[in-house]
T-cell receptor, first 111, second 113 residues
Framework: GEDVEQSLFLSVREGDSSVINCTYT??????LYWYKQEPGAGLQLLTY?????DMKQDQRLTVLLNKKDKHLSLRIADTQTGDSAIYFC???????????FGTGTRLKVLA | DAGVIQSPRHEVTEMGQEVTLRCKPI?????LFWYRQTMMRGLELLIY????????DSGMPEDRFSAKMPNASFSTLKIQPSEPRDSAVYFC???????????FGQGTRLTVV
């Protein structure tokens, strides 16, 4: 069945790198997304990767995709206190509207 | 563009009352989604519209829930009668086409007492 799993919590010190991991099960997924949710706010699309890519970099964000292991990660370089939020990964099968969201990883950045 | 706009941001109502949540999608987007977020169940897709037509409402929990999209720039999610277990954050999202990235509104935090 479809399932997306993430660890619930991650704590890092300001200036360090954060790595948030996600595993998914649907091998037909074409797009994989990372969303950020700050307290009391909606989900903000951070970045996405197409399934035929291994890596995508966007400023401080690096997305790595291991399609064989169905493993997705989000690396945040030089993590700042403003990065504290819940991060959701989501998979979307090709040509469909359905997003399957993970449970979210709560990132806490310590000053 | 102002993004997806939802109203109200917060709603507190008594059990048994009717609740209407509103959403204005991003102009030019033809797909609209309603999600519900709770601690226990995470993000759940309630209903999906394409070109104002409901395509999949299998996520709507009960007949007490209904959604409409009378035109391309407006959608409502109605709960009648509301129950305490409906308390959650309800998100509306829109996308340009069915298989492109979705943009979320700020959400409506509903509390039913």
């Amino acid at each position: 069945g479809e399932d997306v799993e993430q660890s619930l919590f991650l704590s890092v010190r300001e200036g360090d790198s954060s790595v948030i991991n996600c595993t998914y099960t649907d091998s037909s997924s074409t797009y994989l997304y990372w969303y950020k949710q700050e307290p009391g706010a909606g989900l903000q699309l951070l970045t996405y990767i197409f399934s035929n890519m291994d890596m995508k970099q966007d400023q401080r964000l690096t997305v790595l995709l291991n399609k064989k292991d169905k493993h997705l990660s989000l690396r945040i370089a030089d993590t700042q206190t403003g990065d504290s939020a819940i991060y959701f990964c989501a998979e979307q099968a090709s040509g469909t509207y359905k997003y399957i969201f993970g449970t979210g990883t709560r990132l806490k950045v310590l000053a | 563009d102002a993004g997806v706009i939802q109203s109200p941001r917060h709603e507190v109502t008594e059990m048994g009352q009717e609740v209407t949540l509103r959403c204005k999608p991003i102009s030019g987007h033809n797909s609209l989604f309603w999600y519900r977020q709770t601690m226990m169940r995470g993000l759940e897709l309630l209903i999906y519209f394409n070109n104002n037509v409901p395509i999949d409402d299998s996520g709507m929990p009960e007949d007490r829930f209904s959604a409409k999209m009378p035109n391309a720039s407006f959608s409502t999610l109605k709960i009648q009668p509301s129950e305490p277990r409906d308390s959650a954050v309800y998100f509306c999202a829109s996308s340009r086409t069915v298989d492109t990235e979705a943009f979320f509104g700020q959400g409506t935090r509903l509390t039913v007492v």
